[in-house]
């Protein structure tokens, strides 16, 4: 297997963009990693994508995105795994360049969300139809149910979840991509409208437009397109139980720590190794729990991590540097390319403010429904 | 120099507070009166609607007209809850007020806009010598879904004016219209109540038409914000029209007598016009005010108005806005107020 490099990247800014199409989206974030690398053709393209379908009635986006971007012919595909799309294209890619098949490969993802469709209902297609979405139950829903149990099982209170937010607020205030770049306060988070208790709004991501793409090629051709390449040292996917109900323990994402310890053992590090991290924190009780899942805290210690400080920027390991999906937005499957551009930038050292000096190891986590599906990766300076 | 001749305005007796549609709803009110600054809303009791509000507005404006109705050569009506999908409102108009048959009559909709847009034909109009004097009026009994955000301002009430050549109480000075293909708000035939593309009707919709137009009229007559005594924007909430009034360099007290919304609620297509009304009650001689509506779909109509001698003499022939928003007002639960807006499904 080849050793594989990330040597440039794209983002458009994440929010309400109602002046962007999808391709347009699209075409905005993989031009600007191509021209950053000056490159002109590339092999293939994968694109995550959780719902262009039901969301704006487009299927089929492998063609049209490799023919809106004059890539005409390349190998282009749609990658789908819920809100985990776009660590999964980016899984794909890797193996594409690793196995030898491509040389420079787009790893994308972009959603648009915000076209008239029924949001809600739009991502509840991704619970258990049979067994979650028929009843009526939402991902606000199942998210707070994941809340009560591990506030029941360990004593987290509504105030650690807030905390998640503040902090990951305060992290994408020095972003200026993020779709909700400004700080909140403990108070505002706590005294927001309910959304399904225990989450209230501020413990919640956005509905967001936006695409991120990035380059892959092999590591010992990068420097033709870089002088500061991110070598992708793990990747690792997992799947659980799609319905929560089914699984043994609902305070506990296994597929999230499955997914980690594939990542890890391929890449030879372990947590302690880590300097940043960006996990998928789609409800503030999702990145509690992945950070337990991905052993950066202990089980069951995860409430406290961003009260103390453990998680944030001059911490112990920070997480969400970006502001996470909760304050930079989460266009659903262009989110773990998303999170793979934080990493790529932090390792270069180009994050400004919100840079955590020396990182050299950096690990995305980037997950599906209730947790039933995860993409974890780890990159390296090189 | 053509102009306002006459003017009245109408707002039934019913109201519901914020905190009434909030306990209902679960919402926190404190968050509705601080976030949108809406205090209550008018509501129409059971046998109000458009053609009523505008027929009590307009018998106002005739009052204050001092004319004789038969001489009003054209009647607008502009709402987007004319009571029949066919059949003119404007008709019912003329034969309680005693214009026509000799007149001209037509229904408006351009959402929040018809008001606005009525008067701008009105007094085209005149201005053109077609007739001798033509009426624009601007009256709703809103529509808003029961738990949607537009609940809580959704409201009855409007104005209707007649313009025309001689006796002028307010002189027209310009008028600039901006209007572009932006999909902000919309209700389908045969649907009950409006949708609406959330943080949509705001930047890209409200703002974005509000602000070209008054600039566009500031910038055609030559004026400054400094120049006027008073203004008023179309008020779909209490913040909107602030906030596009201080991003333009207006002062609050130039808003503060025309922003009616907080006790009044959003009139519709009766909005702005209801706020000039109330501006009118109470102008002196020489004042410069300018006016934007804004209507979903979208557009804005800019005017700017200048008081004349005869407005202070006049307006005393008929009732204030001030007294039917301060005046007697019946305060309803959440159940009559269903009942009142037939959100409730009887037998018949």
Known sequence: MREVAIVAAGMTNFGELWQSSLRRMFVDAASEALEAAGVKKVDSIYIGNMSAGQFVGQEHLGPLMAGELGQAGAAAARVESACASGGVALRTAFMDVASGMSDLVLATGVEKMTDGADVTAVLASAADQELEAYYGITFPGLYAMIARAHMQKYGTTEEDLAWVSVKNHRHGAMNPKAQFGREVTLEQVMKSTPVSEPLRLLHCSPVSDGAAAVLLCPLDQAHKYTDRPVQIIGTGLATSSIALADRSDMTYLDAVQLSAVRAYEMAGVGPADLDVAEVHDCFAIAEICCIEALGLVEKGKGGAAARDGLTALGGKIPVNTSGGLKSKGHPVGATGIAQTIEIFEQLRGDCGKRQVEGAKVGLTQNMGGSGASSATHLFRRV | ?348
């Open chain 2, 1 to 348: 120099m053509s102009g306002i001749v006459g003017y009245g305005a109408h707002v039934p007796r019913n109201r519901i507070k914020t905190e009434e549609i909030a306990r209902q709803w679960g919402k926190d009110p404190e968050v509705i009166r601080k976030g949108l600054l809406l205090e209550e809303k008018s509501v129409p009791g059971l046998d109000e609607d458009t053609i009523t509000i505008s027929v009590e507005a307009a018998r106002d404006a005739v009052a204050r007209a001092g004319i004789d109705p038969a001489r009003i050569g054209a009647v607008y009506i502009g709402s987007e809850s004319h009571p029949y999908a066919v059949k003119p409102s404007g008709t019912v108009l003329i034969d309680a007020l005693g214009i026509g048959p000799e007149v001209h009559v037509a229904d408006f909709e351009f959402a929040c806009k018809a008001g606005s847009e009525a008067m701008f034909v009105a007094l085209g109009l005149v201005e053109s010598g077609r007739v001798e004097y033509a009426m624009g009026v601007g009256a709703d009994t809103s529509q808003g879904a029961p738990n949607d955000a537009l609940e809580f301002s959704a409201s009855a009430g409007g104005a209707a004016y007649i313009f025309g050549k001689n006796d002028l109480l307010a002189e027209v000075v310009e008028t600039y219209s901006f209007t572009s293909d932006t999909p902000d708000f919309w209700r389908r035939e045969g649907a009950f109540y409006p949708r609406h593309g959330g943080r949509f009707t705001g930047e890209p919709a409200y703002f974005k038409h509000v602000l070209a137009a008054t600039r566009a009229i500031l910038d055609k007559t030559g004026m400054k914000p400094a120049d006027f005594r008073y203004v008023v924007f179309h008020m779909p909430n209490g913040k909107f029209p602030l906030q596009a009034g201080k991003t333009l360099g207006f002062k609050k007290e130039q808003f503060d007598t025309g922003w009616v919304v907080n006790t009044m609620g959003n009139t519709y297509s009766g909005s702005s016009p209801t706020g000039l009304a109330a501006i009118l009650d109470v102008a002196d001689p020489g004042d410069m005010i300018l006016m934007t509506s804004f209507g979903s779909g979208a557009g804005s109509d800019s005017f700017v108005f200048k008081a004349t001698d005869l407005l202070p003499k006049r307006r005393g022939r008929a009732k204030t806005l001030r007294s039917m928003l301060d005046g007697p007002r019946r305060y309803l639960t959440y159940g009559e107020y269903a009942k009142y807006r037939e959100k409730i499904i009887v037998n018949d």
